[in-house]
């Protein structure tokens, strides 16, 4: 995948340069391993910044939320995706964007490779190929990338972009055999107080530090329900009530409309397995609707136009 | 200064569990992928082979949610609608094993809460009633920069006794009374002369692999309105998620909000600890807001710790080294970067 660094830093630049972008929304390489970081190129010049390796986690749709410039943009499956969802909640226009679309061989877990090197603080990162080497003080380790995926990676079908203007390689073969949702269905399968046990401890640790809210593209609202004052709907302190109020209406607020690209849970400091709590809500958009989100640009949102075929038996 | 003390490791948890007679003892637990610090208790496995813990330990002189009031809502009952003090708890209590960073935090913190002007009762009775054993740093990680602000792996600053780690002991070198106090009672044997030499190699050599510091003198001698209206400002800010990561993970940040909470007939005025990467951290009740874009509120984040803490109190910068937010900002907006633009 690093490849595509070269090709990407080459069309970035020509497109600022051609002034047929006003800006370039990317990657670029963090002070700190695997922490690549989100940017904004507006200079031909400043392109050498831009990376693409197995640690561009963050979703790039999340930086394109009303923003007026004409916009440049790399995305895989995720970000293509989350870019179509952008585009028809009208979040941003297509006829802004510049989509250089990769096909994506998915992304790594930070947390499983810090585990595997005994939580030791890492100082380098090299990819080569399907591998991948890590040094911490007094260690250095090669790893298979296909060892080391995030979860929602291992099981993705949509690794290709859904949605370009060029495409920066050839597209790769989706997964097709995979089941997303056997852990949704260990705990459907558990006790109403079982499934509310799940949730609590989920919660736990729970800073409400809103990371997982801001990281995802779908969180746009100009004020969030929880940072409503007048009136104030959710208290503030770290009260299981309110911090579960947080998370469950944060979930539904991604009903039918979250691609499971995993930012939540990449940035949660304290380590929650966010995508429990939007999984269930996509296994139901898919068992009860068909439905995936962010795939077309002529499909109007899950909850946004009524069929008569949908799923009714919940009315009585 | 008394003798240091040396205890085995493997008689070192009996000893810790001893202290449960007189203290409420805090030590680094492993908690699923990181190190948080939480009350001993029967069972309870401390880890000191930690680097460090998620959360720096601030929360515990200081809680993240605290009740301060409390008052009864319906006509009638005595003391309805007239808020009183909580009933609080201020048991002897020791924070075991907490890094050198954290401890010089908590000084940075007192600042706030404990200076000739303000005493804010519960944050002083509570860091009073505590005493604090530190663990230096054999092995400082990457992103920890102590040495850069003021302190070392092996600082003493803020601490009661420090403790060090060497081979298949620990060995204890009191810094405060409140510390030799302490030591007294907790048995273990002086250390002799060569075990001393030892921990002197070991503070050599742990300080020695730390990067060399970066400098932050020059951040005295700049405006503030320079600083202020630098142009780095939107390229630092662009990737912030304007989450609060950084700013609950510091040892050093104490900005709180105080709310009033209601359930049934009952009013609870609680304080929080808040976000300068909030919008609703500056919302006036007019519906203004002085800082409602998010470039505005990392640079007061910035600017508080490196620049106005730095001209209000003269004494080095508002941060400890600690390099959590290195570490965890989901974004990599690395401080010690920002420093360094700031100092340019």
């Not at chain 1, 007026?68 to 802004?96: M, P, W, Y």
């Not at chain 2, 009864?72 to 009952?77: A, D, N, R, T, W």
Request: net charge neutral.
């Amino acid at each position: 995948m690093i490849g595509y660094t070269e090709k990407i830093r080459k069309r970035a630049r020509e497109l600022l340069a051609e002034g047929k972008v006003d800006a370039f929304v990317g990657y670029r390489l963090g002070s700190v391993p695997l922490m690549n970081q989100p940017v904004m190129i507006k200079r031909p010049e400043d392109t050498e910044q831009l990376v693409w390796d197995s640690n561009c986690c963050l979703n790039l749709a999340n930086y394109l939320t009303k923003r007026q410039e004409r916009i440049g943009i790399v995305a895989n499956g995720c970000n293509s995706r989350n870019i179509v969802i952008h585009i028809t909640e009208n979040q941003i226009k297509r006829e802004q964007l510049y989509i250089l679309g990769i096909p994506c061989e998915g992304t790594l877990d930070h947390r499983a490779i810090l585990r595997a090197m005994g939580e030791k603080e890492l100082i380098s990162y090299a990819e080569q190929g399907d591998s991948f080497t890590v040094k911490a003080n007094g260690l250095e380790k090669t790893f298979k990338k296909t060892d080391f995926l995030r979860t929602n990676c291992k099981t993705c079908q949509h690794k290709n972009p859904v949605i370009y203007d060029e495409l920066l390689g050839e597209l790769v073969p989706e997964n097709t055999n995979v089941d997303p949702y056997s852990d949704v269905r260990a705990i459907e399968n558990q006790s109403s107080e079982k499934k509310w046990e799940f949730f609590r401890n989920l919660i736990s640790k729970c800073l409400r530090c809103y990371a997982c809210r801001n990281a995802c593209p779908l969180c746009y609202c100009p004020t969030c329900f929880v940072d409503e004052s007048k009136p104030q709907w959710v208290g503030k302190s770290i009260d299981p009530t309110d911090t579960m109020t947080f998370h469950i209406l944060r979930a539904f607020h991604c009903a039918g409309r979250c691609t499971d690209c995993g930012a939540c849970e990449r940035v949660c400091p304290v380590a929650i397995p966010m995508r429990q709590f939007t999984k269930k809500l996509n296994k139901d958009a898919k068992e009860l609707f068909n439905w995936e989100p962010g795939l077309s640009l002529d499909q109007r949102p899950l909850f946004d136009f009524y069929k008569p075929e949908d799923y009714n038996d919940f009315v009585y | 200064m008394s003798t240091p003390k040396i205890f085995k490791k493997e008689e070192w948890l009996s000893v810790v569990n001893g202290l449960r007679n007189k203290y409420k003892v805090f030590v680094p637990v492993k908690d699923g992928d990181i190190h948080l610090f939480k009350e001993l208790k029967d069972g309870t496995k401390p880890d000191f082979a930690y680097s460090n813990t998620r959360l720096s330990p601030k929360g515990i002189v200081y809680p993240q949610s605290e009740r301060m009031f409390e008052c009864p809502l319906e006509e009638g009952k005595e003391g309805a609608f007239i808020l009183k003090e909580s009933p609080k708890e201020f048991v002897p209590q020791v924070v075991l094993g907490i890094r050198p960073c954290d401890a010089h935090g908590f000084l940075i913190v007192k600042r706030n809460f404990d200076n000739p002007q303000y005493q804010d009762p519960w944050w002083v009775q509570r860091y009073q009633a505590t005493t604090f054993i530190g663990l230096g740093c054999n092995d400082p990680c990457p992103t920890c920069f102590c040495n850069a602000v003021g302190e070392g792996p092996f600082g003493e600053q803020g601490l009661d006794i420090i403790m060090y780690d060497v081979s298949d002991s620990y060995v204890l070198k009191p810094v405060t009374d409140k510390g030799k106090e302490l030591l007294s009672g907790l048995g273990g044997r002086d250390a002799n002369a060569e075990e001393i030499k030892a921990i002197e190699e070991i503070k050599a050599s742990a300080t020695s692999k730390m990067a060399s510091p970066f400098s932050i003198e020059p951040l005295r001698s700049k405006t503030q309105l320079d600083l202020f209206n630098a142009p780095y400002w939107e390229d630092v800010a662009f990737a912030c998620i304007n989450c609060g990561t950084c700013t609950y993970l510091c040892p050093t940040c104490w900005c709180f909000d105080i709310q009033d909470e209601t359930y049934k007939k009952y009013c609870d005025r609680i304080r929080n600890w808040d976000s300068c990467m909030f919008p609703l951290f500056t919302l006036h009740g007019s519906g203004h807001n002085p800082r409602d874009k998010k470039f505005q509120r990392v640079r007061q984040r910035f600017m508080h710790k490196l620049k106005y803490y730095v001209d209000k109190y003269g004494d080095g910068v508002q941060c400890s080294g600690c390099g959590r937010c290195v570490r965890y900002c989901p974004v990599n907006i690395d401080i010690r970067h920002v420093c360094k633009l700031m100092c340019m």
